[in-house]
């Protein structure tokens, strides 16, 4: 990992160092970033597919009002290289129902006892009772190794030393967790070669006999772009709910391990980032590539330009008369990601608005008292019901009063909210009258 975050690190300094950025600069940045995730060991039409789409998308779409052509080429980057790492979705790592049976699979030497502990672990701090049962028959010493850590972490554990038996270990296991009462039962199985059919037939017969909430696929990351074969060799006989990628830390083909099996059709859930058993980690892609660019301030670039996106929304919204108290809680929330002048204001004509707004529009104190004046009205939407904020004819004094109490203002802050609402809703009315009138002369 260490070597891809360094040169795409490098990378986004070399673009923010850029003067401009031309057509012969664009490919060469293209050919850089297709460098970096061939040595990743990504599949060639991937990073094809990466390249080509963010070259695409700089010279046809244009860039967000206040966002350089720099930040936007980065932007792009990091959003392609999200989708193809599954997308913005974060993976749900609730358990669904008591007692949760996950069954794990994978290949010998994949890391799959010890992931097994780690998932203990991790579901242990979030409160629940975990089993762990070892049906691996083959490997020695697997037995003494996950009864080790169970105790390490204090989870319970169940496993027969000296039988050759797995389904028989799983039944009698089963029958444990299930007066134990725990809420979750974790299945570590033997390690499988993908050409070995017999133990594949194995894992089937596992399967069958727990009927497992959760199927889940440990691979080892430093396969790199094998992982999607062996992906492939175990979805023909068990249905392959999520993937686990182990020592995610430690190796220079992460892409490829994590490209390829999204490809595949699997889901990624967890990544192990080192040997300890609480290096384990959520996988979300929109953090992994945050981190993959070295970039700890790329939140606050996508957060800027995705309140600009959500603005557009909102003005469309006003343009077609769709306004309400919704829409003003909508605004606000943008209005907060980027200050307390956004393109809302730039909408409506200055001259239209009261004195007091204008003022503050020249002056930095009013500006910062403006600020505080928008949370305060943000706090005061959070305390109204979704039929109030559709509808803000029906709000009246003993509904201003209750608003104000849950929000922790007075009701003169409310009222004031409700009369911007209502100058607001003036003023769209104002201009799209104009607009009407302007299209009939011209009609004319």
Do not use: C
Not at 116 to 126: I, Q, V
Not at 410 to 438: A, F, G, H, W
């Amino acid at each position: 990992m260490k070597p891809l975050i360094e040169a795409f690190t490098n990378l986004v300094a070399r673009i923010r160092g850029l003067n401009y950025i031309d057509e012969a600069t664009l490919k060469e940045v293209l050919r850089e970033i297709q460098r970096i995730l061939l040595r990743a060991d990504v599949s060639a039409d991937v990073v094809s597919s990466i390249t080509k789409t963010i070259e695409e998308r700089f010279k046809q779409e244009k860039p967000p009002q206040g966002i350089t052509s720099k930040e936007f080429l980065i932007y792009l980057l990091y959003q392609e290289l999200v989708k193809a790492l599954g997308g913005e979705e974060i993976p749900n790592v609730n358990i669904t129902k008591r007692p949760y049976k996950l069954m794990l699979i994978g290949v010998e030497g994949s890391g799959k006892t010890t992931t097994a502990a780690k998932l203990a672990r991790f579901y242990m701090k979030r409160n629940l009772k975990v089993g762990l049962i070892e049906t691996d028959t083959y490997r020695p010493g697997a037995y003494y190794q996950l009864k080790q850590l169970a105790e390490k972490i204090n989870a319970l554990f169940y496993g027969e030393e000296n039988s050759k038996d797995p389904i028989s270990i799983l039944k009698h296991g089963l029958e444990y967790m299930q007066k134990s009462k725990v809420d979750l039962v974790i299945i570590d199985t033997a390690g499988r070669h993908r050409n070995e059919e017999e133990l594949l037939r194995e894992a089937k017969a596992i399967y069958d006999e727990a009927k497992p909430d959760e199927v889940m696929l440990v691979i080892d990351a430093t396969i790199g772009r094998q992982a999607a074969a062996q992906t492939e060799a175990f979805m023909k006989y068990v249905p392959i709910n999520s993937v686990f990628l182990t020592k995610m830390d430690s190796t220079a083909k992460a892409g490829g391990a994590l490209t390829s099996v999204i490809k595949s059709g699997a889901r990624i859930k967890f990544i192990g980032v080192g040997e300890d058993i609480d290096e384990i980690e959520i996988f979300d892609p929109n953090k992994f590539v945050a981190r993959l660019l070295g970039m700890g301030d790329l939140d606050t670039l996508i957060e800027k330009i995705r309140a600009i996106e959500e603005e557009d929304k909102i003005i469309e919204e006003i343009e077609e008369g769709k306004m309400n108290l919704l829409t003003i809680k909508k605004q606000l929330d943008s209005m907060l990601k980027l200050g307390p002048l956004s393109k809302i204001m730039e909408l409506l004509p200055t001259s239209m608005l009261p004195m007091q707004y204008r003022a503050l529009m020249l002056d930095e104190e009013k500006m910062s008292n403006a600020q505080e004046m928008l949370r305060r009205w943000r706090y005061i939407l959070d305390s109204m019901t979704k039929e109030e904020l559709l509808n803000p004819e029906i709000i009246n004094a003993s509904r201003i009063r209750r608003i104000a109490k849950g929000a922790g203002v007075t009701p003169k802050d409310v009222k004031e909210l409700l009369n911007y609402y209502q100058l607001m809703k003036r003023m769209v009315n104002q201009i799209k009258k104009s607009r009407r009138r302007l299209g009939r002369l011209v009609g004319e």
